[in-house]
């Protein structure tokens, strides 16, 4: 079955633009995670949606950062008056979230470039 | 706070087992140890999880110490394709993956 997509695969902006990453889950899979990869690091946690549940905004670098999913399906993470050190690749993974642990599938990122 | 330890690379020869070592001597009694791998330009991908017993599936095996505080990551025959950064995570139930920095494997023809 089709994976977890992600659009833009690149994106390449201006200092101080806002930006919009989408997400597609895998089909019924009701937990969706951002994190994001700057370059030679390691992943960083952002932003946990699990139902209707209230998201986990605990890894949001700052108030530009800013995520929705709507109708409990894609995800939309917004970077407003983006800075260069923002230039990341933004990953997106889901679960199927059941009790006890789950496998989380990731798509093939965003790459997004700030000038 | 990746709360595990893992050498930053290691090498192995094509076509032999390669051993992957883990330490993460604070994990609690709930916590599963799950192990992830990223090949170059890809976004991560899971290989293997368990919580106290080994574990085998296509990709690897996973042996756990008696006392959880370690465990291996086992290819059983690494082939070119294995060239990645593979993660070892703690992970309590469907929170986050918190990730280090990994080994980075590379494969020797």
């Known amino acids: 079955g089709a994976g977890v997509s992600q659009s833009p695969s690149n994106k390449v902006t201006e200092k101080g633009k806002d930006v919009e990453l989408r997400c597609d889950p895998i089909s019924g899979h009701t937990a969706l995670y951002w994190y994001r990869q700057s370059l030679g690091q390691g992943l960083e946690f952002l932003i946990y949606?699990?139902?209707?549940?209230?998201?986990?905004k605990s890894g949001l670098p700052s108030d530009r950062f800013s995520a929705e999913r709507t109708g409990g399906s894609v995800s939309t993470l917004t970077i407003q008056r983006t800075q260069q050190e923002d230039s990341a690749v933004y990953l997106c993974?889901?679960?199927?979230?059941?009790?006890?642990?789950?496998?989380?599938?990731f798509g093939p990122g965003t790459r997004l470039t700030v000038l | 706070d990746a709360k595990t330890t893992q050498p930053n690379s290691m090498e192995s020869n094509e076509e032999e087992p390669v051993h992957l070592p883990c330490n993460h001597s604070?994990?609690?009694?709930?916590?599963?140890i799950h192990w992830y791998r990223q090949l170059p330009s890809q976004g991560p991908e899971y290989v293997i999880h368990g919580l106290t017993s080994n574990v085998n599936n296509r990709m690897a095996s996973l042996a756990i110490a008696e006392d959880r505080k370690s465990s291996t990551l086992i290819l059983h025959r690494a082939t070119l394709r294995d060239a990645a950064v593979y993660y070892c995570?703690?992970?309590?139930?469907?929170?986050?993956?918190?990730f280090g920095t990994g080994t980075r494997l590379t494969i020797i023809p």
């Open positions: 949606f699990q139902g209707n549940s209230a998201p986990d």
């Open positions: 604070t994990i609690s009694g709930t916590d599963y």
């Open positions: 993974a889901s679960s199927p979230d059941s009790h006890g642990t789950d496998t989380q599938y």
């Open positions: 995570i703690r992970r309590f139930g469907n929170e986050k993956l918190t």
